[in-house]
């Protein structure tokens, strides 16, 4: 009985009969409804390539340096992200903090990128939701995206300002390893966009 009782005491409510953490269950299951999601849009982007009536075209208005400088910061993010969780699985909380930090600072930055973009391509172009096909599947997809980037970077600011008050250690590295799935699927997707819609002429 003693035996039993301790095992119920130090049983994790997060793991489930099959051995697997409900977290990392359920940050999967949305990943996979996301890929679906990333998908149809990137699907109706290709339905409409080339269908528009009215200019600007892709060619006229994408800056591929700056896309490419983008997706250098989003590379770069996942291994901040990776130098984080192996910081935190040794308990150096300061460091994982700084590198977690360090990721959401690129995110951050990425996302700025994405604002002047889309402000150029309304300001100097014309090109917005309702100019043509092109304006509102191009929009809507890097948007979307664009918004789960910044609630990536929301997300790593909050543990970082955990960390800070000592209310994040290594008891805590799932939490930080669920971050760390989405945010390397945020960066996944945005590889995808860049090379379908940027690159692919």
């Given at each position: 009985?003693?035996?039993?009782?301790?095992?119920?005491?130090?049983?994790?409510?997060?793991?489930?009969?099959?051995?697997?953490?409900?977290?990392?269950?359920?940050?999967?299951?949305?990943?996979?409804?996301?890929?679906?999601?990333?998908?149809?849009?990137?699907?109706?982007?290709?339905?409409?390539?080339?269908?528009?009536?009215?200019?600007?075209?892709?060619h006229?208005?994408?800056?591929?340096?700056?896309?490419?400088?983008?997706?250098?910061?989003?590379l770069?993010?996942?291994?901040?992200?990776?130098?984080?969780?192996?910081?935190?699985?040794?308990?150096?909380?300061?460091?994982?903090?700084?590198?977690?930090?360090?990721?959401?600072?690129?995110?951050?930055h990425?996302?700025?990128?994405?604002?002047?973009e889309?402000?150029s391509?309304?300001?100097?172009?014309?090109?917005?939701?309702?100019?043509?096909?092109?304006?509102?599947?191009?929009?809507?997809l890097?948007?979307?995206?664009?918004?789960?980037?910044?609630?990536?970077?929301?997300?790593?600011?909050?543990?970082?300002?955990?960390?800070?008050?000592?209310?994040?250690?290594?008891?805590?590295?799932?939490?930080?390893?669920?971050?760390?799935?989405y945010?390397?699927?945020?960066?996944?997707?945005?590889?995808?966009?860049?090379?379908?819609?940027?690159?692919?002429?």
């Amino acid at each position: 009985m003693a035996d039993h009782a301790a095992t119920h005491a130090v049983h994790d409510p997060n793991i489930g009969n099959t051995g697997l953490d409900h977290r990392k269950m359920g940050m999967w299951a949305f990943l996979g409804s996301d890929c679906m999601f990333f998908g149809s849009l990137i699907g109706t982007y290709l339905a409409y390539k080339g269908k528009s009536i009215s200019g600007p075209t892709p060619h006229d208005v994408f800056d591929i340096p700056l896309t490419s400088y983008s997706a250098a910061l989003l590379l770069a993010s996942s291994l901040t992200m990776v130098l984080a969780l192996a910081a935190l699985q040794d308990n150096r909380v300061k460091v994982a903090a700084g590198w977690l930090l360090a990721t959401a600072a690129m995110g951050l930055h990425f996302v700025l990128n994405q604002v002047y973009e889309f402000w150029s391509f309304v300001t100097h172009y014309g090109l917005t939701l309702s100019t043509s096909l092109f304006g509102s599947s191009f929009f809507v997809l890097t948007g979307f995206h664009g918004a789960h980037v910044t609630g990536g970077v929301i997300w790593l600011l909050l543990l970082v300002s955990l960390a800070w008050r000592g209310q994040l250690d290594r008891r805590d590295y799932t939490k930080v390893e669920i971050a760390g799935l989405y945010w390397h699927f945020v960066d996944i997707v945005w590889i995808a966009i860049f090379t379908i819609i940027y690159l692919i002429p």
